[in-house]
């Protein structure tokens, strides 16, 4: 009788949870047994694709030590359990198979959430392969967006819009999000005495172990499904900040500014269908406005990548990107050293990489600027930003990042070209007392109020009153565009400049990465978020990697 027990293995890779798995729900409808496997991919713990730059920073590795863990101890308390391995995820189920064989609960299906980009295509090639010559049966789920991709008004992947609100509108009007699935209280078992083994450490995925929380980070909250469900609980019904969330998403200091759900989605730690059924409970039981629906907007924007990144397929890691466009890129290594370890002498931008190298967050405003910076005002290779944040970030997400980065560098689906953030009027603007940069930049705090965002515009009475030298306590800017001049008291001191003069890049405009107008007001942001890997993309082609934070 035991020869007839059948079990199924469900790899779970970005949708560590729970509540509303659909993989999970599959195995468990069509197993006697059922397996769900994690894997620590060695992969994933190497160097990015083009630069080398770990791939996988120990603020993330350790976000995603703790949903694992997280994982393990909610599928405990359903009556499952969590495989474990360090390895490649072929390997782990080669091995799972042939125990079940030999335990005569053979393996008859792996079922798994269906990703879109090159490295994961990749993997489920490879367990599609070996499965069909062990005549086990394969289920892709389709479970990582708002809108299920069957449900889109389009009659292909490839007649998704090239602007995200003509995507946006059409999903609204003729889509329906599906309800959260119930799921059982108690899972099918695993097979009898299956070793699971055990949860990795940082220093045994080769990353930095010594990786403390810094106490002025935003987002100070651990990885896993429960606390997903907590910063939801709390971020709606608790505090009710998502009902400002229109007017604080711009902040940039403090946990309520924005949502920070990103990193729990990023790695399916908490469900968006969730996050919109909440949404709507909350508008019908406590208050309906523009704040509320900006939160699905955000998760609108988030599924437009990952369709986007499946309509273009690997272009979205090319140098030349969706638009196929090429331009002169630099990759100036002492500027980008510059830039990523926040010594670029532009306070604003190097608060914001200060923040993300010491806490692995950063917010909305940041990314945008920071993206604008790298690519507008020094001209580098936008995959070096790619590429870094991929390290970096908590929440990176292969889609939300490559697609922003594609944006950024005008080189994607954006119906406006030529954009430029004017740094200095973008700190002004959203960090006017200059909270933030004496926040994260330690060496200026003698500086009070906005003048701390244009340093180099202050006399030499000034900066030693302060605690300043520039070039030997903080650094000369790398670059001053002219346009910065209109906002910084309409000076720019020469004796302070940097060495590489002003940047030559077209005037600046002070563009919000916004897509179209309604009422006076642009529909929102680009999103520069935030998850992915060494892609191989067509030979050793490119690159690769929204953002609801």
């Known amino acids: 009788m035991s020869g007839n027990l059948r ?55 350790k976000f995603m030590l703790e949903s694992v863990h997280n994982l393990k101890k909610n599928l405990i308390n359903h009556n499952s359990n969590l495989v474990v391995e360090l390895a490649k995820p072929l390997d782990c189920i080669q091995r799972l198979v042939k125990y079940c064989n030999e335990a005569s609960s053979p393996v008859v299906n792996v079922v798994f959430q269906k990703e879109v980009t090159f490295e994961e295509i990749n993997i489920e090639n490879e367990i599609k392969r070996f499965c069909e010559n062990q005549n086990i049966k394969v289920q892709e789920i389709w479970g990582s967006t ?10 292909s992947i490839g007649a998704i819009p090239d602007t995200y609100t003509q995507f946006r509108k059409e999903v609204e009007a003729r889509s329906k999000v599906r309800p959260v699935l119930d799921m059982p209280a108690s899972l ?16 045994s995925l080769g990353v930095n ?19 997903g469900l907590d910063r939801l609980q709390n971020y709606l019904w608790g505090s009710h900040a998502v009902a400002k969330y229109k007017e604080t ?4 200091v403090g946990e309520n500014y924005s949502t920070k ?19 709507k409970k909350y508008e019908k039981e406590e208050v309906s406005n523009q704040s509320t629906y900006w939160v699905l907007f955000e998760l609108i924007w988030r599924d437009y990548f990952k369709f986007v990144c499946q309509k273009y397929g690997d272009r979205v890691f090319y140098l030349s990107g969706i638009l196929n466009k090429h331009l002169p890129w630099s990759q100036d290594m002492d500027k980008f050293r510059a830039w ?59 889609c939300s990042n490559y697609g922003n980065w594609n944006y950024a560098a005008g080189i994607g689906n954006d119906p406006r070209e030529n954009r430029k953030f004017n740094m200095v009027k973008q700190g002004m603007d959203y960090d006017g007392e200059g909270e933030f940069v004496r926040l994260w930049i330690e060496e200026l705090r003698g500086i009070k109020g906005g003048k701390v965002h244009v340093p180099w515009t202050l006399g030499n009475g000034e900066l030693e009153k302060a605690g300043i030298e520039l070039g030997v306590t903080y650094p000369k800017p790398l670059v001053l565009a ?36 309604q009422s006076g007001q642009s529909d929102g942001n680009q999103r520069n978020g935030s998850s992915g890997g060494n892609r191989g993309r067509g030979g050793k082609a490119p690159l690769k990697g929204g953002r609801v934070q």
């Open 482 to 517: 002219p346009e910065w001049n209109r906002h910084a008291g309409g000076k720019q001191n020469v004796s302070n400049r940097g060495n590489s003069g002003p940047s030559k890049g077209q005037k600046g405009i002070n563009f919000y990465f916004k897509s179209d107008q």
């Open 249 to 252: 998403r711009n902040g940039m």
């Open 261 to 279: 759900f990103s990193p729990w989605l990023a790695l399916g730690c908490i469900s968006p269908r969730m996050i919109f059924s909440q949404i």
């Open 188 to 203: 099918k078992p695993l097979p009898p005495g299956l070793p699971v083994g055990s949860l990795p450490d940082l220093s």
């Open 209 to 227: 172990a010594d990786c403390k929380q810094d106490q002025r980070t935003a987002f100070p909250f651990p990885g896993g499904e429960t606390s």
């Open 340 to 398: 990523a370890e926040g010594r670029t002498g532009v306070p604003f931008v190097d608060a914001n990489m200060r923040e993300m190298k010491e806490t692995g967050w950063m917010s909305n405003r940041g990314r945008q600027n920071v993206a604008s910076f790298l690519v507008k005002d020094l001209g580098l290779d936008w995959r070096l930003g790619a590429e870094w944040f991929e390290s970096q970030l908590l929440d990176h997400d292969v």
């Open 7 to 61: 079990t199924v293995i469900c790899l779970l890779r970005n949708d560590l949870r729970v509540h509303d798995n659909e993989a999970l729900l599959w195995a468990h409808r069509n197993g006697d047994y059922i397996v769900p496997l994690y894997c620590f991919d060695p992969e994933h713990y190497k160097g990015t694709w083009h630069f080398n730059f770990p791939k996988t920073g120990s603020h993330r590795a």
């Open 146 to 155: 708002l809108y299920h991709s069957k449900d889109l008004p389009f009659k």
